[in-house]
């Protein structure tokens, strides 16, 4: 089994930025994907970024340029992965949820952009 443990969120204005923390522990392996999903009131959970243990990355449409994921996998029993947003939009709410590989879930941060 994975465990998740989320960091990060809270409250920013518009054009701030925030950095999300997850650190996966358990079961994993680094050639295993990480990343982040999201959820804002009323919509879908929608992918926001990935990276591969190679360091291969995908971003949605919406966060290229304002967001950057990235990974530390130096620690065999725990990897990291950390979301830069920068440029926060009232549109980026929404409790962002890790994953590894899809699979496992962490417990969600809630990320509000507002004046």
């Known amino acids: 089994q994975v465990q998740l443990v989320e960091s990060g969120g809270g409250l920013v204005q518009p054009g701030g930025s925030l950095r999300l923390s997850c650190a996966a522990s358990?079961?994993?392996?680094?050639?295993?994907?990480m990343g982040w999903y999201r959820q804002a009131p009323g919509k879908q959970r929608e992918l926001v970024a990935t990276?591969?243990?190679?360091?291969?990355?995908?971003?949605?449409d919406s966060v290229k340029g304002r967001f950057t994921i990235s990974r530390d996998n130096r620690d065999n029993a725990k990897n990291t992965v950390y979301l830069q947003m920068n440029s926060l939009k009232s549109e980026d709410t929404a409790v962002y949820y890790c994953?590894?590989?899809?699979?496992?879930w962490g417990q969600g941060t809630q990320v509000t952009v507002s004046s």
């Open positions: 990276i591969n243990g190679g360091g291969d990355t995908n971003y949605a």
């Open positions: 994953h590894f590989n899809f699979r496992s």
């Open positions: 358990g079961s994993i392996f680094e050639i295993y994907p």
